[in-house]
């Protein structure tokens, strides 16, 4: 650890060490306040150093899917916490003001990238000549810090969602007619934005739950909230009123739609496959009623789950040898589709490479050995990779090398610029039994 940095941590820990039961209640309020400013200021130095490095490319360079990806895995933090840094390091370094504002402690990081987002919605050349300024935007300028120096006398009192209402105010306030144009263009902007950043995401809470969060634009989400709305309504049935929290309600209504869907059989394929639930079940543990379930997406089920997708669902079903992986299939056909597919995924679990958290749906099925070459398409032959990784082993200059190991599941050699040894890596990520 760097030796201010190393100093500053020893005095927080000091800080830290010492009990808090004797202290007033104003020495708790004075002391989060101060590690707020510490905090902030220690945010601020972060996003520096990931702007920094992205202007260096290293996160391309040690094979990262992507800047997110690579703090994800250097800080373990997840991948909002990753977003807001870069989001951080890219406003303070565009707007030195709020960078000095936020060394200061007059704002901390929240706010900066509020007060950023607004200021960067006021153009300065562009309006130049529509408005008789000067051909350098002096007037749109000096709008630019009108505004921030504003914002930062409010930041003092407001958080940043009310920040970011009071900065479009301000701007109404000082220039009506900039405010109308700019409202019109910011709708019209945040419209194909909100469309180029469409996505839904599924991640596990660690609580035995899943997720669910993504982004449409408005026009999606009004298409959404119509098919839902409809069966989200609460109901009384014998039971007595409809227990169940709006949200609840909203829950089920999407498990029905999806549920519907699945069943009309009108799906494309998927993978080389129809559409279809695919649960692993040890067969013995199924015949005594305990069975545990692991659907293709690495997430377990409980016995009584199971059973009950056993019942109702279209399952695909596995034969497994001794060390609990699928048969091979021979050298018959030259892709991974069907049950070849399925084969290699239920024993990798998503993608292999080490350090990757891909599910087997993202997956692509690569051939250790090449087709071309007498590879055949089997579970001994295949690899399951996402596509990001899957080029990288077909990249010769990268120098990642696959094989499987003594206990046929595969093993990654680095480049002898990362490890001389070139030390087999495995992937911690998913559970192979």
Known sequence: MDGAIGDAAAAVGAFASRPLFGRSDEQLCTALVDLQALSSLTTAVMAAIVHEAVGRDLPKRLNAVSTVGWLRDLLHISPHDARQLVTLGDVLDSRPVLADAVACGVVNPGQAVTIGRILHEIPVPDLASDRGADPAGGDDVDLVHRVESTLLGYASRFEPALLHQLGQRVLAHLDPELYDRRLRERLEREERRARSRRGLTLSSDGLGGIRISGLLDVAGAAIVSAALEPLSAPHRG???????????????????????????????????????????????????DVAIGQLDTGALLTAETTRRLACTAQLLPAVLDGHSVPIDLGRSRRLFTGAARHAVLLRDGGCAFPGSDKPPRWAEIHHIVAWQHGGPTNRDNGVALCRHHHRLIHHESAGWTVRLGPDKKPEFLPPTHLDPHRTPQRNPYHDRR
Not at 252 to 275: E, F
């Open 238 to 288: 014998a039971d007595g009123p409809d227990a169940r929290s709006a949200a609840a309600r909203r829950a089920d209504a999407l498990l029905d739609i999806c549920q519907h869907t699945l069943t009309c059989d009108r799906l494309p394929d998927s993978g080389g496959g129809a559409a279809q639930l695919t649960i692993t079940i040890d067969w013995d543990a199924l015949r005594r």
